[in-house]
């Protein structure tokens, strides 16, 4: 929203701009720099779950899931956001009252990554995933899978990894129209085939430059157009989880005043 600031200036333009509702997006174990002298929004996992409560309070706001984005085709390392990372995702988010987190596997960034067979690759998504889930349902959580990575952004794929994990009412998938469009698959298809599994959406559309890139990028921060002003097929994703009864939380991933109030306009127009 405004680089170089901290996490509570993130909340006011969210309430400048007319939203009662915010996800808590990037995270980190223990401290930073950043955060500490003020230029850069991101919460500690680690965090005592008071401050970031008064922080949404003051602003109006109610937070609706935790960002617990992973790494879950490399090797298991201390410097990885993998397993620990989103069970403390998952724990923090019990004790601020959210209901959801937010994760994927991402690209392999390793050579050992990179040279998994599809086999592999499941294996090391749901080993990875599977003391997660456990917590989710403990604490009564839902884990969310989100099209972000090789395996993810397809429907085979996705649908895979929900098999394997199972614990159908614990975890579901977080559609981002953007990242499913760009790893090559279709959203409309998504809402199609899993139905009542989806249970959050990031909203972003992509111009046409994006369009030579599908299928070689897997996932991508935000849109910079309004929504409907690119090649992805928003409005038909609208009326395909109005047919299935979605009644879920929906993040705007989008950057830009205008862009971001323009969408805001037509998304409630469309659903």
């Not at 230029?39 to 109006?60: C, K, N, T, W």
Request: aromatic fraction near 6%; hydrophobic fraction near 40%.
């Amino acid at each position: 929203m405004q680089p170089f600031s901290g996490m509570e200036r993130q909340f006011e333009l969210i309430r400048e701009l007319g939203f009662q509702e915010a996800d808590l997006t990037d995270n980190h174990d223990g401290a930073t720099l950043g955060v500490e002298y003020g230029f850069a929004a991101s919460v500690s996992l680690d965090a005592h779950p008071q401050g970031i409560r008064r922080m949404a309070e003051a602003q109006g706001l109610t937070l609706t899931s935790v960002c617990a984005h992973a790494n879950l085709l490399d090797p298991a390392s201390p410097d990885r956001y993998q397993t620990s990372q989103i069970i403390k995702a998952i724990k923090l988010a019990h004790f601020l009252g959210i209901h959801q987190v937010i994760t994927t596997e991402g690209e392999p960034k390793t050579k050992f990554g990179h040279r998994l067979s599809r086999e592999q690759q499941l294996f090391s998504i749901s080993e990875k995933l599977d003391a997660p889930v456990q917590w989710a349902q403990e604490l009564g959580l839902e884990l969310l899978i989100e099209p972000h990575g090789v395996l993810t952004d397809s429907v085979d794929g996705m649908e895979e990894i929900l098999q394997r994990l199972g614990h159908d009412s614990t975890v579901g998938i977080n559609l981002d129209t953007g990242n499913c469009w760009l790893g090559g698959s279709d959203p409309v298809a998504f809402v199609r085939r899993f139905g009542s599994r989806i249970r959050h959406v990031h909203w972003k559309d992509l111009g046409q430059e994006w369009e030579t890139k599908r299928g070689k990028i897997f996932g991508c921060g935000m849109g910079t157009i309004p929504l409907g002003d690119g090649k992805i097929p928003v409005r038909e994703v609208c009326a395909a989880l109005l047919e299935i009864g979605f009644k879920g939380p929906t993040t705007l991933e989008v950057t830009g005043k205008e862009a971001v109030l323009e969408s805001a306009i037509r998304l409630r127009q469309w659903s």
